[in-house]
């Protein structure tokens, strides 16, 4: 049987700032991965599901995957819940402190800088509003205690605003929507299904897993699981919108069990046009404002709209030649491996992480936030999250990857 036609219109057009001045200092680069991996797969903002599975026609697995590729949507408004946990490190709370911290800075001095701000939500349980009409006008608003923040791109015009330090940052969308696309992570629930739809090859194991509810709508469940073992990935689940084909839900659970690593939804959603007045601002009063002309914020393309650029999500390119795109990596990255347990590996030209009486406090610092490993490459420290694992060897080299400990020193070995 044929998908359905689209007959609902909508965005959810979220906001991505990319700058071009990347800071890729070789001991700053793993944490920036494992952020970037984190934040590119938060940004889906999808839905929480009601109780109650509807009854509808069934579809192949194949035929809502195409569902999600032709989804043509332009309008949307809603509220948006998303919980990561990935796992960090304890630090007692030093970690939620360097998210904020990074927010209250951001490149400009300004804590409405979006990069920045935006980081925040790579960690604990967030309430986000969006609204979208069509490819130039997006709002997307951070809701937290007593305080909201609020990133809006209307036309040309990118705002930033922080009612807390009443700070507002302003910058211009990009000329071209695929400018810096390919360096950005996904913006939008259709990016985020497309990118998980990268890995599926034989490979990957995709299935229609029934049905749901999914914030009032009646929704689809695609269910995608590696077929290999040694990736961290378990299932990822995308609720898809029974009539417009938009990823309504999106859930990544581990292989190592336990809660989601992430679990994004709407709460709300709504396909009618959003009132215009949704998308205008006017710094207040008092407010401290950062200018930043053509900042290169580029909100892409509305999510039901061809990029012209790659290919429908049935005919992605594998997730081993993606991996690492849109993190920032070095120049001389390799890609080994594939599908699932595609692993990033590159050489920093330099020493390994500083260990044990050698490096001192930090060294000891750094030994209690990571596990040391040997093999015939030698040794050096993983640092893992629930989701993404890192390795860096004494001499400098780097393997990091959605897949095991065991799997990252297999790879370190088999260079050798």
């Known amino acids: ?222 269910l995608i699981k590696p077929k290999q073992s040694g990736s961290t990935v378990g299932a990822i689940t995308v609720a898809v919108d029974a009539r417009t084909g938009m990823p309504l839900k999106f859930t990544l659970t581990p292989a190592s069990g336990g809660t989601a690593v992430v679990d994004a939804g709407f709460t709300k959603v709504s396909f009618a046009k959003p009132a215009a007045s949704t998308f205008d601002f006017t710094p207040p009063k008092g407010a401290k404002v950062t200018e930043e002309k053509d900042s290169g914020t580029d909100f892409g393309t509305a999510p039901g709209k061809d990029s012209g650029k790659g290919e429908a999500p049935g005919h992605a390119p594998k997730a081993g030649g993606h991996f690492g795109k849109g993190l920032g990596g070095p120049d001389g990255m390799k890609t080994i491996g594939e599908g699932w347990n595609a692993i990033a590996t590159f050489d920093t030209g330099g020493e390994g992480v500083p260990s044990g009486g050698a490096g001192g406090d930090l060294g000891g610092f750094m030994d209690s936030l990571g596990d040391k490993v040997h093999g015939k490459f030698g040794s050096g420290t993983v640092f893992s999250t629930r989701l993404v694992n890192a390795l860096i060897t004494d001499d400098g080299k780097v393997y990091a990857g959605l897949v095991t400990k065991d799997a990252l020193v297999k790879a370190a070995d088999a260079g050798k």
Request: charged share 25%.
């Open 1 to 222: 049987m044929a998908p359905y036609a689209s007959d609902d219109s909508t965005t959810a057009g979220e906001a991505d700032e990319q700058r071009s001045g990347r800071r890729t200092a070789a001991r700053y680069l793993v944490p920036v991965t494992v952020v970037g991996v984190a934040a590119a797969t938060i940004g889906l903002v999808p839905a929480l599901a009601d109780s109650g599975d509807p009854d509808l026609p069934e579809i192949t697995a194949q035929q809502l995957i195409e569902k999600i590729a032709e989804s043509d949507v332009q309008q949307l408004s809603g509220t948006v819940k998303i919980s990561t946990d990935l796992g960090l490190p304890n630090l007692g709370g030093l970690e939620s402190g360097l998210l904020s911290g990074a927010a209250s800075r951001g490149e400009g001095g300004s804590s409405a800088e979006p990069t920045a701000k935006l980081t925040e939500l790579a960690s604990g349980t967030h309430t986000l509003r969006v609204a979208a009409d069509g490819p130039d006008r997006q709002k997307l608003s951070l809701l937290e205690n007593a305080a909201e923040y609020s990133l809006i791109h209307n036309g040309k015009d990118v705002w930033g605003y922080d009612s807390k330090s009443n700070e507002v940052y302003h910058g211009t969308s990009s000329e071209s929507p695929e400018r810096g696309k390919d360096q950005q992570p996904p913006a939008t629930p259709k990016d985020f299904a497309e990118e998980a739809l990268k890995a599926v090859d034989d490979t990957t194991s995709v299935t229609v897993d029934g049905t749901a509810q999914v914030a009032g709508r009646d929704a689809y469940k695609l």
